[in-house]
């Protein structure tokens, strides 16, 4: 197979692979059998293409194909009612006009099978990690060890919780559906971590050759949106979307002519989307008219929509930014909001002010493998002239990143120090 073979059949896996799941999971309602279809298709593409050629709309195409081998499955099973039939009229006429899209047939009142598929994950029979590292794998299409390290947890302890999860939600027979009332309340806390996470997953890439994923962001964005108008009087849902608007704004200035990531005090905010910026600000100003004391998405909308405002980086208002994050680890306490909170206590008061917290989170165990608290140690320490600590730092933040373009950076900054002195 080529090298453009292979990297056209990842990437168009890593932007369809859940749109696949979440309509094969509508036909078979199970989640776990329609990631195994979704596979076959792959295995189909990975057989057909290197000689056929890469079709023209390559998504349509597994598409199709997985939709092809649900239908043979429900037919085994003889399980073929009506709705099947007219699934598989749809999917005779999908064929022969290549590039059409399928039209649903089935009730749905939300018009998202995404959507409906991270509910379902987000089922109360599991526990909250397990609902999470599910959604993530058939949402976000990341592999066990990019959610585990968005967890700070070991991979075989993702790779069990989605084994269990999948073989869970199938022996108690949960529904493929967007619920409704007390149990649409009960799971949206899952939901919004769920969304977010996979947005960070595309802000900055865990692994790979690319700092960011944009399409992530733009389906975790989608999703986002249509949650916020599912509950108009969620003032956290309205958060959410804010936050991932304001983030969102950024993506164009934070990768250089080569794919060099661009830190936030560096970037050219006048590549800034202003209209995402504009709708970040009125998503954050709705969820603050709602009320109630603001939640932890409330919160980090605030704190970029800091950013977002100031017209440069000096002009930031880091004291304000380190007192919402004081309230946030309040909300929702966590080492990596320490982190940060550290980050803007320094440039609030100064780098000392800001060492002695991080600090203080070197004993955290769940940050022994987090590339970026020696990241943040280096840059604070380099600030205050300690170069040779601040390389060993910058060293082993190159030395955990999975990500290339990360691991370059930090290699960058480390040799900067020595060339300091």
Not at 38 to 67: C, F, H, I, R, Y
Not at 176 to 204: C, H, K, S, T
Request: with cysteine.
């Amino acid at each position: 197979m080529s090298a453009e073979v292979q990297r056209a059949i990842n990437a168009v896996w890593r932007i369809e692979s859940a749109k696949i799941i979440a309509a094969l999971a509508r036909m078979v309602r199970d989640v776990g059998v329609a990631e195994d279809l979704a596979q076959d298709a792959l295995v189909a593409a990975l057989e057909s293409w290197p000689t056929a050629g890469v079709p023209d709309n390559p998504g349509a195409w597994l598409m199709t194909t997985a939709k092809r081998r649900a239908l043979d499955r429900l037919r085994r099973l003889k399980l073929l009612d009506r709705k099947h039939e007219q699934l598989g009229y749809e999917l005779d006429m999908e064929q022969e006009n290549a590039g059409d899209k399928l039209i649903d047939v089935l009730d749905d009142p939300v018009g998202d099978d995404l959507l409906r598929l991270i509910f379902t994950a987000c089922h109360p029979v599991l526990s909250f990690e397990a609902r999470v590292a599910l959604t993530l794998r058939l949402l976000g299409g990341l592999t066990t060890d990019e959610i585990a390290r968005a967890f700070l947890v070991p991979e075989p302890t993702i790779a069990q919780r989605i084994v269990r999860a999948k073989r869970t939600l199938t022996d108690a027979e949960v529904p493929f559906e967007v619920p409704r009332g007390e149990e649409f309340d009960a799971r949206l806390a899952a939901v919004l971590q769920v969304i977010y996470l996979v947005f960070n997953e595309g802000y900055a890439a865990t692994s790979g050759d690319h700092w960011m994923r944009p399409a992530l962001c733009e389906e975790s964005l989608r999703l986002g949106r249509v949650l916020a108008e599912l509950v108009p009087q969620q003032p956290e849902a309205h958060g959410l979307v804010a936050l991932m608007e304001i983030q969102a704004s950024r993506l164009p200035a934070r990768t250089g002519a080569d794919g060099e990531p661009i830190l936030l005090p560096e970037q050219n905010r006048a590549r800034w989307d202003r209209m995402l910026i504009r709708r970040g600000l009125t998503a954050l100003e709705r969820a603050e008219r709602l009320g109630n004391a603001p939640g932890p998405y409330v919160l980090q909308a605030a704190i970029a929509a800091c950013h977002a405002r100031a017209r440069s980086a000096g002009e930031t208002d880091w004291a304000r930014i380190a007192a919402l994050y004081a309230v946030l680890a309040e909300v929702s306490p966590s080492p990596v909001v320490e982190l940060n909170r550290a980050v803007a206590l320094s440039m609030a008061f100064g780098p000392a002010a800001g060492l002695e917290r991080v600090d203080a989170l070197r004993a955290e165990a769940s940050l022994a493998n987090y590339h970026l608290l020696p990241g943040v140690r280096g840059d604070l320490l380099a600030k205050l002239g300690r170069n040779d600590e601040a390389r060993s730092e910058f060293e082993q933040a190159a030395a955990l990143t999975r990500n290339e373009r990360e691991r370059q950076q930090w290699l960058k900054r480390a040799t900067e120090c020595a060339s300091a002195g």
